[in-house]
């Protein structure tokens, strides 16, 4: 029997969908106006296990596994985009220190990132000169005694503002192989020498806080880095490739939210004496929309039943965010259609839904990245 | 959340491909250019228990499941895409109505020896003005005593020219509409069964189809599928369950051109480099890779919902709509990697660019999938 969830799957994402369906569908538009971080909200969803789906209940989590992270994370997306994606990072930034971490970064971390006693927690890889090519970063931290000094600055940090700890790549090596010279640091709030910049006034996602950072001579202690000298690529990789089965399930999620909105209009609104979803055109088109998410969802799964099982999937994560971005894009732009002038104005959701979606091709790797991942695994 | 294969699968799965990449891959092209009828082949792939992959082993099958199915087809269409649709006839039109419908006797008749792989089914539903309107039915059977008088013509039949018997389908009563429709299962030996010349076809030119008239042929009452009435109702179970076959071996053809449109990008070179190194061509694999990953997805999960015997209807439509379509643009885009040798008939691209097209317009356009699916959103 395949790609049906179990029990234990079934119920985080029925959590999830109660919550965003309760909760989130009725603030969603007034977060995205106001430009509102959902901190009540985010310590709501934390309190329900979503902080931490795929960690262990030691450290707080849920530990139900890749598989009901996706599902839960589709269900918040379509409530709210915004609060998906900082959920995302969270869960992501949780992951990576478990999976990276010595246990005592992990116990001191992660219980405060799946509780919510951290409003929120940050992934800082992107500069302002580097996003795709991301072993061209220029952040540094040298050497001094047993501990380390960080000079330089982030840019697009979700959540930097909010975040209890941040996890920062920064060159440790400045001679020799790009990638090889990054090393991963764990930087607290409130450091001394963390400046944070400018918020971002965004297209889309705009209940979600986006930041510069910077520091200036930022002192970290020895037990501040996250796993060796010199891995930080490879941690930022391995984070990547599970960060894009969020942002697949987040982008499943919103497509799916506009495809609703689209579905409940198309059977309200009449012309020429019947329904619009009574014409062939606009079912066409609902139709494909259908298809393809439903197809983006089934890839999503299936790279984090991967994910889950051990297994490679990096192919098949790039595949699964390249897809459903894309495809989610396509179904807000049907939704928006099948609106017509009520798609464009923020009295019906599917502006918000159009907006959010934009960014999913865009971030976690552009859908160009995703490509040059699938095709070297292709052409290996 | 099980997404992996089992055993069994996997084992079909390997068998089916080596078979076809010893007895299909390396004659395809020879079948599809004399227009030949691959008996020999088609022959072997029943000896493997490719005449009913999921018909229960009582009836004659190989007792699998559609999941199975649906691997196997597109390893056969990887092969050879006549081969793959000669096999999903047999299985999904054909043998799976009986399964269905057929009772113990006529299962013993007309199902046993097909499942098997002894004999080969066809399916009589299309005819000249009722193609995707199926309800437009034309031929009428008249019952006379005992037997069923039936007269009418049927077009575009698959297996047509080479069928051992047919199920088809027929008004009892005009004045009924969807409702007057009954299915048969008849010989094509018997009187009145007249078969016209193979059509000429852009592709699956190794796939022989005729028009096929009825003339005063008599079906005994007893080959009667189902009450008088139930024909329209047999007829889209069924296309429920083709629409998988179809989709598989879309998926099948499409593999066959991305895989050797992936083979040759790294050894054609342009500008002092394997064109495999240009970010065009990159993308374009990626992007056909991606698609027919999702199109299996999607097939299979239609399939494991037939498995569990709940409806598939909007779900086999999906996939038979996004398989064939994407099967159509990676033979388009593997047809361009190869440049101008794509254009030609010395290598297997063009075939697959011809074959590939088919799968959009039969067992329903996708005009009439994108129909089942929006009348499953929207009811």
């Known amino acids: 029997m395949l790609f049906e969830p179990s029990e234990s799957q079934a119920l985080v994402q029925e959590t999830a969908r109660s919550y965003a369906q309760r909760t989130l569908v009725k603030l969603a538009t007034r977060l995205d106006r106001e430009a509102r971080f959902p901190a009540a909200q985010l310590k709501e969803l934390a309190d329900l296990g979503l902080m931490g789906v795929n960690v262990s209940e030691a450290l707080g989590g849920a530990q139900a596994g890749a598989v009901a992270y996706a599902l839960a994370t589709m269900e918040i997306a379509q409530g709210c985009a915004s609060t998906s994606v900082t959920m995302a990072v969270n869960n992501m930034v949780a992951e990576t220190l478990v999976n990276f971490g010595t246990a005592a970064q992990a116990q001191k971390y992660v219980p405060e990132i799946t509780s919510g006693r951290f409003e929120a927690a940050s992934f800082g890889l992107s500069e302002s000169h580097c996003g795709s090519d991301a072993a061209a970063l220029r952040t540094v931290a040298r050497r001094d005694g047993s501990g380390w000094v960080l000079n330089g600055s982030k840019q697009w940090i979700t959540s930097g503002d909010h975040a209890g700890v941040i996890i920062v790549w920064a060159r440790t090596e400045t001679a020799g192989a790009a990638a090889k010279g990054i090393s991963c640091f764990l930087v607290e709030a409130g450091a001394k020498g963390l400046g944070i910049g400018r918020h971002e006034d965004k297209m889309g996602l705009r209940a979600s806080s986006t930041v510069s950072l910077s520091f200036e001579d930022l002192r970290l202690s020895e037990d501040a880095m996250l796993g060796a000298p010199g891995q930080g690529f490879a941690i930022a990789m391995a984070a990547l490739d599970g960060g894009r089965i969020g942002i697949a399930s987040q982008a499943v999620g919103i497509g799916s939210a506009a495809l609703q909105a689209a579905l409940r209009y198309a059977r309200d609104r009449k012309a020429f004496g019947k329904p619009i979803g009574d014409f062939q055109a606009l079912r066409f088109m609902l139709a494909d929309v259908d298809t393809e998410l439903a197809a983006a969802r089934l890839l999503t799964l299936r790279a984090a039943a991967l994910k889950e099982a051990g297994q490679p999937f990096t192919r098949e994560g790039s595949m699964a965010k390249l897809f459903a971005s894309e495809k989610a894009n396509r179904a807000c732009d049907v939704a928006v259609q099948v609106h017509g002038g009520y798609g464009y104005i923020d009295e019906f959701p599917v502006e918000r839904h159009y907006r959010d979606a934009r960014v999913t091709t865009v971030y976690e790797g552009t859908s160009e990245i995703q490509r040059v991942v699938i095709a070297r695994d292709l052409l290996r | ?379």
């Not at chain 2, 299909?24 to 599809?32: F, I, Q, S």
């Not at chain 2, 003005?129 to 005593?145: L, Y």
């Not at chain 2, 189809?209 to 009435?229: D, H, K, M, V, W």
């Not at chain 2, 990676?330 to 088919?358: N, P, T």
Request: net charge neutral; charged share 25%; hydrophobic share 40%.
């Open chain 2, 1 to 379: 959340m099980q997404i992996d294969l089992t055993d069994e699968q996997r084992l079909l799965q390997d068998t089916c491909r080596d078979f076809a990449a010893r007895e299909l891959t390396p004659n395809a092209k020879r079948w599809d250019r004399e227009h030949k009828f691959p008996q020999e082949a088609v022959k072997k792939a029943f000896e493997l228990g490719l005449g009913g992959v999921a018909v229960p082993e009582e009836f004659g099958g190989a007792g699998m499941d559609n999941v199975s199915y649906a691997l196997a087809i597109e390893e056969i269409s990887r092969g050879c895409a006549s081969v793959g649709v000669t096999l999903s006839v047999n299985n999904s039109l054909y043998c799976d109505p009986l399964v269905k419908y057929g009772t113990a006797e006529q299962k013993e008749r007309f199902l046993k020896p097909f499942a098997r792989g002894e004999k080969l089914g066809c399916f009589g539903l299309t005819e000249p003005q009722a193609g995707s309107d199926a309800a437009e039915q034309r031929t009428v059977a008249t019952r006379k005593g005992d037997v069923y008088v039936v007269n009418g013509t049927k077009n575009w039949i698959t297996n047509g020219p080479v069928a051992d018997a047919m199920v088809v389908f027929t008004m009892t009563d005009l004045s009924k509409g969807t409702k007057g429709i009954t299915a048969f299962v008849v010989e094509t030996a018997a009187p009145g069964f007249l078969r016209q010349k193979a059509d000429e076809k852009l592709g699956i030119c190794a796939s022989p189809s005729c028009t096929i008239f009825f003339e005063n042929l008599e079906i005994p009452a007893s080959q009667r599928l189902g009450q008088e009435g139930d024909g329209f109702k047999i007829a889209m179970g069924t296309l429920d369950g083709g629409r998988i076959g179809i989709a598989a071996q879309a998926i099948g053809i499409g593999r066959a051109a991305f895989e050797e449109a992936r083979d040759y990008s790294k050894v054609r070179q342009t500008f002092g480099v394997p064109i495999a190194q240009h970010q065009a061509i990159q993308f374009m694999l990626a992007d056909m890779a991606t698609e027919l990953d999702a199109a299996r997805l999607l097939t299979l999960r239609a399939a494991s919902m037939k498995d569990r015997g709940v409806r598939h209807s909007r779900e086999s439509a999906m996939a038979k709509l996004y398989a064939s379509e994407a099967a159509n643009r990676v033979a388009d885009k593997a047809l361009q990697i190869h440049g101008g040798m794509g254009y030609s008939k010395e290598l297997d691209i063009e075939r697959h660019f011809r074959d590939a097209r088919i799968t959009e317009i039969y067992e329903g356009t996708s005009e009439i999938q994108r129909i089942v699916i929006s009348s499953a959103l929207l009811k």
